[in-house]
């Protein structure tokens, strides 16, 4: 069974900073790319970034230079610093693990709200 955990959303000020974090369970996190999307009301779901397996990151553009990716395996988690968040960057959160021929499974998301 899969189980990805997040946590760290919250409520900030435009220009702060956050980090997101989700725990993995051992036997999916080490052989899988991982990443974070997310998905404000009346809106599709998107890619915010991703990280292969072996430390290889991509960004989508509206995030370049303020969001970075990590992850640390020895802790099956992976991490999202957030700074100079902006009002746009309201959503809900979703970790992701990326597994093989498309398959992707959800963490439960976490809300993220930055006022202006």
């Known amino acids: 069974q899969v189980q990805l955990v997040e946590s760290g959303g919250g409520l900030v000020q435009a220009g702060g900073s956050l980090r997101l974090s989700c725990a993995a369970s051992r036997s999916i996190f080490s052989n899988n790319a991982m990443g974070w999307y997310r998905q404000a009301p009346g809106n599709q779901r998107e890619v915010v970034a991703v990280?292969?397996?072996?430390?290889?990151?991509n960004y989508a553009d509206f995030v370049k230079g303020r969001f970075t990716i990590s992850r640390d395996n020895a802790k099956n988690t992976i991490y999202l610093q957030m700074n100079n968040l902006k009002p746009e960057d309201t959503a809900v959160y979703y970790c992701?693990?990326?597994?093989?021929?498309?398959?992707?499974?959800w963490g439960q998301g976490t809300q993220v709200t930055v006022s202006s």
């Open positions: 992701a693990v990326l597994l093989p021929g498309g398959t992707t499974y």
């Open positions: 990280i292969s397996r072996g430390g290889t990151t």
